[in-house]
């Protein structure tokens, strides 16, 4: 039974997997409360995948590494290798002063890596492996980034994110919503799914090596993971939807930690709606208004928690 107005939904903990999530510098990414919409609204049971492009017209590197910023614009930039049995390091840190890295192995495949730190200046910077663990600069490259839509970063499929409308992960995200009338309801869905579906993987989690990345539909097939394929499992469905969600690594008080923000039409950026306490899975169950206007985000934060508790450090 789907409730309409004031509803409550399950707000449920995802993934903490700090080993394969790049390490940062010292400020902290900060969400902003714009009134910019995303580009397309919820639609039920409806999937719209933004697919990821190299046209070639903004780039810079060359042999073994290119990279293509023709659509900064739109959030995001596109790699590839152009030599086997390469690997390469690159970095990108944005007006929030957060350095990012990502890792590039596969060759000659196009790869998306986010931009996370919304309008502004950014360097980036590529390096290559030339021994175990020692790398050797490539090049750096100076953006500048105007978002044709802040929501971008967060729709876009991304390495961390990785799905196709061909996924399977995404046909189901479809099957599940059909009845569900608003984005509350999309969520509900998904949440209950993916928590009653997926088991955690504890031989996954004690074997997995560095550099580990997500298969969306492995998971699914299998029926299990860790938390870092449940957090990009629930993501890209979400994603797929077009509703905007941000994947947040960082701390609570000292205490490793994710969340992610989803984007609720009626509400707006809802912060920490669903996270992961680095040891156990739990779900807390707040009521939001669902009234068209609310923007009582304050009332939301009081009551999941103190926003001063946490600190963010990377945005995926």
């Known amino acids: 039974m789907k409730v309409t107005g004031f509803r409550r939904f399950g707000v449920f903990l995802l993934f903490l997997f700090c080993l394969f999530l790049g390490s ?61 049995d390469t690997k390469v390091n690159i970095q990108i840190t944005g007006p929030d002063d957060v350095c990012y890295k990502y890792f590039l ?28 663990g020692q790398y050797s600069s490539l090049f750096s490259y ?35 919503t059909a009845d569900s009338a608003e984005d509350l309801d999309a969520l509900d869905d998904i949440y209950q799914y993916v928590t009653t579906h997926i088991t955690y993987d504890e031989e996954k989690a004690a074997t997995v090596g560095t550099g580990y990345l997500p298969d969306i539909d492995e998971t699914l ?56 306490n680095g040891n156990e899975w739990k779900m807390i169950d707040p009521t939001f208004a669902a009234a068209a206007g609310n923007e009582d985000n304050e009332a939301i934060d009081e009551y999941i928690g103190d926003s001063s508790n946490y600190t963010v450090q990377y945005i995926r």
């Open 24 to 84: 940062g510098c010292q400020k902290n990414a900060s969400s902003s409360e714009e009134t910019a919409k995303p580009p397309q609204s919820y639609s039920p049971g409806k999937t719209s995948v933004l697919v990821p492009d190299a046209p070639g017209t903004v780039t810079t590197g060359g042999d073994p590494l290119i990279l293509d910023f023709s659509n900064a614009d739109h959030g995001y930039f596109m790699g590839k290798l152009t030599q086997p």
């Open 105 to 132: 192995t596969e060759n000659d495949i196009w790869t998306a890596f986010p931009i996370t730190a919304g309008d502004g200046p950014y360097l980036v910077l590529a390096y290559q492996e030339i021994s175990d």
């Open 142 to 176: 100076p953006l500048d980034v105007s978002l044709d839509n802040e929501f971008y970063p967060f729709l876009y499929p991304n390495q961390y994110v990785d799905f196709t409308a061909g996924s399977k992960a995404i046909s189901l995200a479809a099957s599940l």
């Open 221 to 276: 097939r299998t029926g299990k993971g860790i938390c870092f394929d449940y957090a990009a499992l629930t993501a890209a469905m979400l994603r797929s939807l077009s509703i905007p969600a941000r994947l947040d690594i960082g701390y609570s008080g000292d205490i490793r930690h994710a969340w992610v923000d989803v984007y609720i039409e009626s509400i707006g950026w809802v912060k920490r709606a669903v996270e992961f």
